[in-house]
């Protein structure tokens, strides 16, 4: 009885060490889904920082190019109506100005060339007669 006891005991103990082996497997196995699922995330987490590098770059790229173009001036310019108002008459004044003397230098060089091409017979007196009107309707 003695040995049948003892034989039941360690069937039992060899119950709970595979009862033991089991939790411990399935213990295992939720340890390595969980550190799947922490790798996951720290793959997700390092595209995000360098997206994020990524965007800080061209954030910076952008803020070099607004002080080399002297933005804030523009900005300032913008909330400055009397300054802006100044400026935009100068500039209208300097264009009007601009379009003048270069109409005129563009008008006296064709008076000139075709006053040139008087002097040839045929389509001499057709010019002279063109010059005649543009000089006549210039005074």
């Given at each position: ?65 607004m002080e080399k173009n002297r ?69």
């Amino acid at each position: 009885m003695n040995l049948a006891k003892k034989i039941q005991e360690k069937r039992k103990e060899k119950e709970k060490i595979e009862q033991r082996i089991e939790e411990e497997r399935r213990e295992k196995e939720r340890i390595e889904e969980r550190i799947k699922e922490l790798n996951e995330k720290i793959d997700i987490i390092r595209t995000e920082k360098e997206q994020l590098g990524l965007i800080s770059e061209k954030i910076e790229a952008v803020l070099e190019k607004m002080e080399k173009n002297r933005f804030h001036e523009y900005i300032d310019l913008v909330g400055n109506r009397k300054k802006l108002i100044v400026t935009n008459l100068i500039i209208g004044i300097s264009r009007g100005l601009g379009t003048v003397i270069g109409v005129s230098v563009v008008a006296a060089l064709l008076i000139y060339i075709l006053q040139q091409m008087i002097s040839l017979p045929l389509i001499g007196d057709l010019v002279a007669e063109i010059v005649k009107i543009v000089q006549d309707n210039l005074r």
